[in-house]
């Protein structure tokens, strides 16, 4: 009760949570549940060049961008190459929370970032002892995970085909 009403007086924690209303991974979530979310998050602040995580790390948590951008860095023959500059309100790493299989790429702050950190662990705890939240926040990782996997793996035409066939 102490650090809800702590948190309460922290008018920096009204921007968090602004910031954590618009990610598309908290969508469908009141104001109440994001603040509890952020009770229970860790913040940390990262130096411009800082090493979020690298390349082949274990993937121990996911991350949301309040303040700052961040740049994902996949490693090639001829050098690095950025996948993607992301910013404020972006997240990244979502896979660690279903599995902590070796990171595909790099994260590197481009500048002088705040990211709000869940860990594996804090979210299988979510999932065992919350519902309204983990049940959200579950339907809304499978959203992104399945527009991930139809943006990098198109259907091609002939599998659609069969399958609208079947659907009619």
Known sequence: ????????L?????HNLHVLKEVHLFKGLSRKLLRKLLIDLVEKEYEAGETVFAEGDAGKALYVILDGSVKIVKKTNSGEKVLATLGQGSYFGELAL???SPRFASAITEEKANLLIMYKSYFDNLIKGNSAISSRVLLNLVSSLSNYVGKNHPVDEEAEEVVSQTDG
Do not use: P
């Open 10 to 14: 922290d008018t920096e924690k009204e």
């Open 1 to 8: 009760m102490r650090r809800l009403f702590k948190w309460a």
């Open 98 to 100: 279903i599995n902590q």
